[in-house]
């Protein structure tokens, strides 16, 4: 906490006369910025060729597999509630990459597909759990806002929002009782972060210094309400500071800022500081899920985010400027596009849970 | 003129309790908010103060006395005053004001025995096992050794909740594991139950044992959330993938003159949801035994204790690991005529009422239902084979209770056992009165439960 520390030390009441009364200091006490500065002296992750085109990759698949789970969707293979990630794919690669994936565990919101691609989860079950077939990753039993990987220590995959943040605050609190240096990853929305039981856990991540960081996903809007009509506070990275938490805020369009960004709050977390909140200003292409009629916003300010701010073709065109053969791209182009048919295939044609599966799995032993 | 000083209730429980050091002699000279005495429950130990000015003029029960009714004369104090011609009534109304200053919830002791399950209940049920060595044991040590012992046996499992470890828990079920376990394992949270039940159930997903103390389950209803969707669904929609073991636990129930928001029982509530388990115990042995098995089970289970119980001692096996079988009713009492269904609070009624009903030819068996989800169906129709009549008493409301349940289940899969329609004695359908009047007409006793035993044996 030492470079906060300045910042955060003096309570509101000390400073300053002038500085009262300028609502800009004030704003600077409160925002415990110390890991913002050191962020901003080098905001980009130095990514080798091979990482980005990586990160590229990770990317495209969310896109398409989105695209495609939307396609089921309208064919009614799908059903239920069916939340895409289009738009936000570089938030959850560039968090995940930073992650040691054998010690650090993730946790997120209903709209879960687009991690457990960044985390490398076989596209196959994932679809197949989104057309409700006993190959699904849940076994046909979950749905699109149910999915779990322990062996990923991918913790889902949750319904009500806002309630993944004490649950992952509960995975950091195992992390640190065991001592096995693991951090926990726990993402939500803008919508979420207006949850009292967000503010629960921030307190208890701060006073008892637990490994997390706290990821919000701004991407503007709670289902069709705008982050400033359902927000006192729009700056979501200053939500934590009655709680002494640091917060930064961090461009979720840029893979590499993003990444970068993760590796100073994973830094700090393992360093034993406790808790960091982390914005991370992105869009979402479509609407909340497959059955909104987007009438909240207008075409044309979905248009431009997509025409000037999307991630992939924000990370394309750095492969290109850095010599990459648009040949490469292509292909990997190519192979996504393979990948994801595979998958839609295997989700449209493997068999629905047995019946008896109904009654499995309500309890784990019997009594 | 001398006033008496009275032993001073506490809690709005305490009945008695230990006078365990007095900080005054004979001969002092005191003046109000004097610390006269430390006086000890088996929750707290609290100070006692003075009221009034005067000299300690005797001093009627020792330190270290135990068990002294609350009400009770300990010391007299003389206030120096000529006595007034109506001195009598006018010193013991204001020697009554005493104990209110060192306890804001004045019970009034008289007004109780009569309607408080607390008196020495029949002797309960048979021996669990027999040739095991038995010891005397309060319900709340019981609790509080099954976590122990649990604690012990495995680093993952600890407890968090308020109170529960500086303070020795609200009700001191938590007593003594600080000391044994530290802060690491025995964590207080902040007033926070909504986030720390949802941090409880994050820590089963990541693979520890935790045991989530409520200070009351009212206070768990900014809670259900996560008991109910992250703890009772997450293996059922992960596929079996996702397990979260966890023990939610604490008092359940009405206990004494604290109002509708404090005196709910919440066991239909829970008891109605697949993938959780529900557990009421009674006496100290099932609350030892099956506290044990629910810190071991692999699912999320609800545990629900009762304050009024707490201090209630019975007999418990000495034995190294008392663990017992989750999902199985015992016979407390056999019986030949009726069958008086129950569990947590009301088995105390019901044997009293069994007792009752002796004296008068009727023959109950009382069956403790002990764990309500899942239900141990089959002890209640053998029994309702056996006797063709049957009773549940419940401490709860009717509605869409755990007795509404026992009703439909004689009616789906008894129908052809019974002799009389089953009846259903529980509390009055409205939210628990404060003033001790209304309170104990709300409440189930045991007078009910014999007049509806006698309604289905036709007597």
Redesign the interface.
């Known amino acids: 906490m030492a470079k906060s520390g300045k910042t955060s030390e003096t309570p509101p009441a000390a400073a300053p006369k002038a500085a009262t009364e300028n609502p800009e200091v004030i704003a600077e006490e409160y925002r415990l910025r110390g890991l913002q500065e050191a962020y901003l002296a080098a905001p980009r992750y130095a990514a080798s060729d091979e990482q980005l085109l990586h990160f590229y990759e990770q990317m495209v698949l969310i896109r398409r597999f989105e695209e495609r789970a939307g396609q089921l969707y309208g064919l009614g293979l799908i059903g239920g509630f069916c939340h895409l990630y289009i738009g936000q794919e570089a938030v959850a690669v560039g968090l995940q990459s930073a992650l040691d994936p054998d010690k650090d565990s993730v946790i997120t919101g209903y709209r879960d597909h687009g991690h457990m691609l960044a985390y490398g989860i076989d596209p196959k079950v994932i679809m197949a759990e989104l057309t409700g077939r006993a190959a699904g990753i849940s076994q046909g039993k979950g749905g699109s806002m149910h999915m779990f990987s322990t062996r990923h220590k991918f913790y889902g995959g949750h319904g009500i929002v806002g309630a993944q943040v004490p649950l992952g605050t509960g995975l950091a609190f195992a992390h640190k009782y065991r001592g096995d240096g693991g951090v926990c990853v726990a993402y939500f929305g803008d919508g979420a972060a207006n949850q009292g039981q967000v503010y629960e856990s921030f307190n208890m991540a701060a006073l008892w210094k637990l490994p997390i960081i706290y990821v919000i996903e701004n991407n503007q809007y709670a289902m069709g309400t705008a982050v400033k009509r359902s927000s006192a506070e729009t700056h979501f990275y200053r939500r934590g500071t009655a709680f002494r938490i640091p917060g930064m805020h961090v461009d979720g369009m840029d893979v590499l800022a993003v990444r970068q960004a993760a590796e100073q709050a994973l830094a700090f977390v393992r360093a034993g500081n406790g808790p960091v909140l982390m914005e991370l200003n992105t869009y979402r292409y479509r609407g909340h899920s497959m059955s909104d009629p987007a009438k909240y916003r207008s075409r044309e300010e979905v248009q431009e985010q997509r025409d000037h701010h999307d991630a992939i073709e924000h990370a394309k065109t750095e492969l290109l400027a850095r010599g990459t053969s648009e040949e490469k791209v292509k292909d990997i182009d190519k192979r996504i596009r393979a990948i994801v048919a595979e998958a839609a295939d295997y989700a449209e044609n493997a068999p629905e849970p047995a019946l008896e599966e109904l009654y499995t799995d309500v309890l784990v032993e019997t009594y | 003129m001398s006033v008496q000083l009275k032993m001073p209730a506490l809690s709005p429980t305490m009945e008695e309790g230990k006078l365990a050091k007095w900080l005054v002699k004979v001969g002092d000279v005191v003046k109000s908010g004097d610390i006269l005495a430390e006086i000890e429950t088996d929750k707290a130990t609290m100070e006692f103060e003075a009221v009034d000015e005067g000299t300690i003029s005797s001093i009627d029960v020792a330190a270290g006395t135990e068990g002294v009714k609350v009400g009770a004369v300990i010391a007299v104090l003389d206030d120096g005053e000529e006595p007034a011609a109506e001195a009598k009534p006018a010193s013991e109304a204001k020697a009554a004001e005493a104990p209110a200053a060192a306890a804001p919830a004045e019970p009034a002791p008289v007004a109780k025995p009569a309607e408080a399950p607390v008196p020495a209940a029949p002797t309960p049920a048979p021996a669990p096992t027999s040739g095991t060595n038995m010891k005397v044991a309060t319900v709340r040590e019981a609790l509080r050794d099954a976590m122990a012992e649990e604690m012990r046996r495995d680093s993952r499992v ?1 407890v968090m909740g308020e109170e529960v470890a500086e303070y020795h828990g609200a009700y001191k079920v938590t007593q003594g594991l600080l000391e044994e376990f530290g802060p ?1 394992r025995v964590i207080d ?2 007033i ?1 139950e ?15 044992r ?1 045991i989530v103390e409520f200070m009351t389950f009212n206070f768990a209803m900014q809670a259900i ?2 008991i109910i ?2 703890a009772a669904k ?10 979260c ?1 966890i023990v939610f636990r604490g008092p359940n129930g009405a206990a004494h003159r604290v109002g509708a928001q404090h005196s709910q029982n919440y066991a239909p509530w829970y008891a109605s949801v ?2 959780l ?1 529900v557990i009421a115990p009674f006496d100290a042995a099932d609350a030892k035994g099956l506290l044990k098995a629910a810190i071991r ?3 999320p289970v609800v545990f629900l204790e009762n304050e009024l119980i707490y201090g209630r001692s019975f007999e418990l096996p000495e034995l190294d690991d008392h663990v017992l ?3 199985k009713a015992r016979i407390m009492r056999e019986g030949s005529d009726v069958t008086i269904v129950s569990y947590s609070i009301g088995v105390g009624l019901a044997l009293e009422a069994a007792e009752t009903l002796a004296a008068e030819g009727i023959s109950a068996e009382v069956l403790d239902l002990r ?1 309500l989800r ?1 239900l141990d169906t089959a002890a209640v129709l053998t029994s309702l084979a056996k006797t063709n009549r049957l009773v549940v008493a419940e401490e709860g409301w009717p509605v869409c209770s755990i007795a509404s349940e026992i009703v439909a289940l004689c009616m789906e899969k008894g129908f052809d056992d019974l002799d009389a329609p089953v009846l259903r004695v529980c509390n009055e359908d409205v939210p628990l009165p404060y003033a001790a009047n209304l309170e104990k007409v709300a409440l189930i006793d045991a007078a009910r439960i014999v007049a509806a035993v006698k309604q289905v044996c036709y007597r």
């Open positions: 600890f690491e949270t902040p926070t909504y986030g720390f039940a949802g941090i409880g159930a994050g820590a089963a997903m990541g693979g520890l935790p959330d996560h969707n992250s997450t293996n059922y929609m992960s596929g079996g993938q996702m397990r073991p697949p993938g388990v089970s692999e699912d079988p989750i999902g764990t899942p």
